[in-house]
């Protein structure tokens, strides 16, 4: 939709425009969206009876909101999701510093002006996008950043120091009338949290010498971690009491949502490579296993990134062995989840007893992923022709660079069975490379139920 085509104070009031506060605006249209039946929170997977009701009680109740989990839980993408709870368009002053309502300028230039031009004051439109401000805390974010400092250039040009219009406004002033997002809240300078009382509970601001009676309509919103309370900072108390609501955010608790966010969030071009979604589910069994694992330190969780990471990483080993061997299309298969094994153990936090067993740990845990899947979508498949032409001397060779032709042709011959065409039917594979890496799985199948063997070496994996 465009900015409607309102250009001054007066065309805003004969359009019976009602000025609404940020709280009572989110709040007006996050009910809107519960009456209607619409989904408020888009792309957020796994929330909807936990984090989800909390947080629209805390937005009803016009409460201020801190969000409390371990790292990649969405908790930037749930406070990003706000922003469309808000107006699509607003009116602000044309040129003012704050985007203060026409209805009610807060500056003291903005004040003048009005009183200068009455129904003649300039307005113009800002869209919702624009109303949101977020700042990553990190230790050196000084108060001039949130709050503001006097401007020595506006000093320079003649003002004296008591001239409030020589301060520059900092972000939270400059969200005026919208959301300001703090992630990490922790990270900040516990100097720089005490600097946000005032704005979180008096909504003024102080700057230097200035004691600025700002009616500032902003909603503050927050992210951290668990252990950043212990471990590299904390959120001072009289700041924590300040929020309205403390939310404690998870990682999904269904492996479907698991998928849904691997899926959402991994760059996977469909015009380059298809990623079957077993292995999808592979590195989300995966992912949730190292959530479980004694072996991980679960203090600072395992994200979602991991798997996204991973679904990234087998994409592209995908393309790679398609554009190097000359095949028409990439397919990932299970033979590419160990490139992802080798770049992703850095993004797992081990306990200290566990230094020199990482590999050992992401390839035990990996198998595991696996094995789940295949009893999952293989169960009640009879394999044992597989099984007997493998122990009658039969070798099937994969690896990193051996086309999908490459492997179909290696398959045994098994008579006049189907259980070739069963398998791709029970994984949805259709073509070459669907069809080479859903047998692959079956092998890996094979090989984990100790059925067959297995031996790699180097870019080879040979099933006999």
């Not at 939709?1 to 249209?29: W, Y």
Request: hydrophobic residues 40%; negative net charge; glycine residues 8%.
């Amino acid at each position: 939709m465009t900015a409607p085509p309102i250009s001054t104070v007066g065309e805003l009031r004969a359009s019976g425009h009602v000025q609404k506060p940020v709280r009572v605006e989110i709040r007006d249209n996050l009910l809107a969206a519960l009456r209607e039946g619409r989904d408020p929170w888009p792309g957020l997977h796994g929330f909807e009876d936990t984090v989800v009701p909390q947080l629209e009680r805390a937005l009803i109740a016009g409460h201020d909101v801190v969000l409390l989990g371990e790292r990649g839980q969405g908790k930037t993408r749930l406070l990003r999701t706000m922003v469309g709870l808000l107006d699509e368009w607003t009116p602000v002053i044309a040129g003012s510093e704050l985007g203060e309502h026409p209805y009610e300028p807060i500056t003291h230039v903005a004040r003048r002006r009005a009183a200068e031009l009455g129904d003649h004051l300039p307005i113009e439109w800002r869209h919702r996008d624009d109303r949101y401000a977020e700042k990553l805390a990190t230790p050196d974010t000084s108060v001039a950043d949130l709050i503001g400092d006097v401007d020595p250039m506006k000093v320079a040009e003649g003002r004296s120091l008591g001239d409030p219009e020589t301060i520059h406004f900092g972000l939270i002033p400059r969200s005026h009338r919208g959301i300001v997002a703090i992630n990490e809240l922790p990270d900040l300078a516990e100097r720089i949290q005490v600097a946000m009382l005032n704005v979180m509970e008096e909504r003024d601001i102080q700057i230097r010498g200035y004691v600025l009676r700002l009616p500032l309509d902003v909603l503050v919103v927050a992210s951290a971690n668990p252990e950043d309370y212990t471990n590299r900072g904390r959120i001072i108390t009289p700041l924590k009491d300040r929020f309205g609501a403390e939310i404690r955010t998870h990682y999904p608790t269904a492996l479907e949502d698991e998928v849904a966010v691997i899926r959402q969030e991994a760059h996977l071009p469909a015009d380059l490579v298809h990623v079957p979604d077993h292995l999808v589910e592979i590195l989300a069994r995966f992912t949730r296993n190292l959530r479980e694992s004694s072996a991980v330190d679960q203090r600072s969780g395992v994200s979602a990134r991991f798997a996204i990471a991973g679904a990234e990483t087998i994409a592209a080993a995908a393309i790679h062995r398609a554009t190097s061997r000359g095949e028409d299309a990439a397919v990932a298969r299970p033979v590419d989840l160990e490139t992802a094994v080798d770049v992703l153990g850095g993004k797992v936090e081990f306990e200290s007893g566990e230094e020199g067993r990482e590999a050992e740990v992401l390839t035990h845990l990996l198998r595991t992923a696996t094995a789940e899947t295949v009893r999952t979508h293989l169960r009640g498949l009879d394999m044992s022709l597989l099984v007997d032409a493998i122990e009658s001397g039969a070798m099937v060779t994969t690896g990193e660079r051996v086309t999908a032709r490459e492997f179909l042709t290696g398959l045994p011959v098994l008579g006049e069975s189907e259980l070739y065409d069963d398998i791709c039917d029970r994984l949805g594979a259709t073509d070459d490379g669907q069809r080479a890496g859903a047998i692959e799985l079956a092998l890996e199948g094979l090989y984990l139920a100790r059925k067959i063997g297995k031996d790699t070496d180097g870019s080879e994996t040979v099933y006999g």
